[in-house]
């Protein structure tokens, strides 16, 4: 099923700027006229969410907004020495 005309005549970028966006049928995606971010449609429902948007350029794994940059870094076990950590007082250190 197809997206109605009509609903398509009154989509538009939930940004501030509200610009009307154009329909690509074939990789079932609306793009923005002004900011160029581009949302896909999924079983004929437009995800017109700005996280879910994908950047023109960006690969179409990664959505606008999350950038390997904006995640957190992955937590290492840190600097710790194997004496600063506390040993049970019943075992002996030598």
């Given amino acids: 099923m197809a997206l109605d005309q009509q609903l398509l005549e009154i989509l538009a970028c ?3 700027h509200h610009a009307p966006l154009e329909h ?3 990789a079932q995606t609306l ?3 002004e900011c160029g971010r581009i949302f896909e449609i999924r079983d004929d429902i437009p995800i017109l969410l700005l996280d879910e948007a994908r950047l023109p350029g960006s690969s179409s794994e ?3 907004g ?3 940059k904006d995640r ?3 937590r290492s076990a840190g600097p710790l020495a194997e004496d600063s950590v506390e040993k ?3 075992e ?3």
């Fill in 14 to 16: 939930p940004d501030t």
């Fill in 24 to 26: 690509d049928a074939g």
């Fill in 31 to 33: 793009t923005c006229t």
């Fill in 62 to 64: 990664e959505p606008a």
């Fill in 66 to 68: 999350s950038s390997s």
């Fill in 72 to 74: 957190p870094a992955a």
């Fill in 88 to 90: 049970p007082a019943d």
């Fill in 92 to 94: 002996e250190t030598d």
